[in-house]
């Protein structure tokens, strides 16, 4: 198959999914068209007048530029205003709180608050980092270097590294470094310990200087007088208000006009629309289609379904037997089973099974849709019965009863009592052509029970079935799942197998798929059967 004659099938497979939303793009279409034709005159005077007044507001717009450029630099004023008058005001707090000192007490001073500072800064890193490094750092600061005791904890700290770094971290057991480890946080302990002793001590000497302690000099303060600079503070904060007010009030103006031009662009776009109502509902119409058709191809695509006979048999090797199209499954009630009038695609099945030299009297059904299998399976049976032939249908899958549902009856008793032995064959058979002058009789599935597959593995129980089916002209087993075609397998040897596979829904992957399995657990594919729906 060619590239484009596979795109063609994917694009028909696509129209047909698009099938059922046609009612309702129509309706959507009769909608749009009612609502454009309703709107259109009061559209077209709006867009007159709006274009008219939002021609006007334009030509009013001015420039925020200088305005911008107004509040920046006024910006700017206050922030130095600001920041002298703070500068001023901490200048005094801190000559009315602080004695007068001499140089020399000040140098001290400062040279005390340095070494605090760098000490306070070690510490406070050894207890966020608990590392060598940390209480290293820490013992060589200014303020613990000159105590006694500090370099011997370092000399131990460096002997305890190079200790641990010695040892092979693959072949070292994990205990000794945790004991080296344990042993360097001590000494980092005993550091930090000494650490805060010299920070309390120097917290007390800077206190000591900066109260005057030993110094008999009065303390004298210098006045300072933020008057001045707090007056300049406040014009300066009068000014960046007003201009900030300005620069609001020209943005509402501009956020006004852009309003109306949108207003009157979107009017006249209405305008444009309601000239014409049918064009318009046509085109929207259009758009939903297109976009809808393409995401549907994409789908497919994406996941291809079958499209025709040629791709099925090209793809497993199987041949086509027919082709059912335009055929109903009955989801629920009793189905009908008058035989179908023309050309019936399973009266050709059925004699194209039963019309060779070797005359098949048992054909198993399975597919991938057990509704699907069950309907082509009573459909098949029924062809035989129109061929006068006593007919037997037996369903192979406990637990998804789909030709009990398909004929609206209850699927126990069944075949999988029937197999155990615990009720016969004939009591769970049942005739369901009489009325219609079929001899067709119908076994549900039955009940699920644990001892099935061991009951269809015993020889006598198989024998029983198979002699109970040799009263009838043509027996149709019914496998819509692996395990009942494992079950047919068993129970008939090897019975021919019908595949039955929807047009547009069953994909190719998983066509493929259950072809090779059904090869692989020695099942004689013998053709499939393509139901159109």
Request: glycine share 6%; with cysteine.
């Amino acid at each position: 198959m060619s590239r484009a004659d596979w795109l063609a099938a994917r694009a028909l497979l696509a129209s047909r999914r698009l099938r059922p939303f046609v009612p309702f793009g129509l309706v959507a279409f009769a909608l749009i068209f009612v609502v454009v034709y309703a709107v259109r005159g009061p559209l077209a005077d709006r867009a007159a007048a709006t274009q008219r007044a939002a021609g006007r507001a334009v030509a009013t717009e001015r420039d925020t530029l200088p305005l911008v450029s107004a509040v920046q630099a006024a910006r700017a004023t206050l922030m130095a205003k600001d920041s002298a008058l703070r500068a001023m005001q901490f200048q005094a707090e801190a000559q009315a709180a602080a004695p007068a000192l001499s140089a020399d007490m000040q140098r001290g001073r400062d040279s005390l608050r340095a070494t605090l500072a760098q000490l306070e800064s070690a510490l406070d890193r050894a207890s966020k980092a608990p590392l060598a490094a940390s209480y290293r750092a820490l013992g060589n600061t200014r303020a613990l270097k000159p105590v006694g005791g500090v370099q011997s904890l370092l000399d131990t700290l460096d002997l305890l590294e190079r200790t641990r770094q010695a040892l092979d971290p693959v072949e070292a057991p994990q205990r000794e470094f945790a004991q080296l480890s344990q042993r360097a946080n001590a000494v980092g302990k005993s550091l930090q310990t000494l650490g805060q002793s010299r920070r309390a001590a120097l917290v007390r000497q800077i206190a000591g200087i900066e109260s005057g302690v030993g110094d008999g000099s009065h303390r004298e303060t210098l006045a300072v007088d933020t008057a001045v600079a707090r007056a300049v503070r406040d014009s300066a904060t009068l000014a960046a208000s007003n201009a900030e007010q300005r620069l609001r009030d020209a943005r509402q103006w501009h956020a006004a006009v852009r309003e109306r031009a949108d207003s009157a662009a979107r009017d006249r776009a209405a305008r444009i629309l309601g000239a014409s109502p049918f064009a318009a509902a046509l085109s929207a119409l259009m758009v939903v289609v297109v976009l809808s058709f393409t995401m549907v191809v994409i789908a497919e695509v994406r996941t291809p379904t079958i499209a025709h006979v040629r791709e099925v048999e090209r793809l497993t090797g199987v041949p086509v037997l027919t082709t059912a199209e335009r055929f109903h499954v009955p989801h629920e009630g009793r189905a009908r089973l008058q035989p179908g009038v023309g050309v019936d695609p399973f009266r050709m099945v059925y004699l194209a099974l039963t019309a060779s030299g070797t005359r098949e009297r048992t054909v198993c059904v399975t597919g991938d849709s057990a509704p699907t299998t069950a309907a082509v399976a009573a459909r098949l049976a029924v062809s035989a019965a129109a061929d006068e032939r006593a007919t037997l249908l037996v369903d192979l899958a406990p637990g998804i009863p789909a030709t009990s549902a398909y004929f609206g009856w209850r699927e126990e008793p069944g075949f999988t009592e029937a197999i155990a032995g615990v009720r016969l064959w004939r009591e769970v058979a049942r005739p369901i052509g009489a009325s219609e002058g079929l001899a067709v009789d119908v076994i549900p599935s039955g009940g699920p029970r644990q001892d099935t597959s061991d009951s269809v593995q015993n020889a006598s129980a198989r024998a029983e079935f198979t002699t109970f089916t040799a009263e009838y002209d043509f027996a149709v087993l019914v496998a819509p799942t692996p395990l009942s075609v494992r079950l047919a397998a068993l129970t008939c040897d090897g019975p021919p197998t019908i595949l039955v596979l929807r047009s547009a829904k069953t994909r190719l992957t998983s066509m493929k798929q259950l072809v090779t399995s059904l090869r692989e657990d020695g099942v004689n594919v013998y053709g499939i059967l393509l139901v159109d729906q």
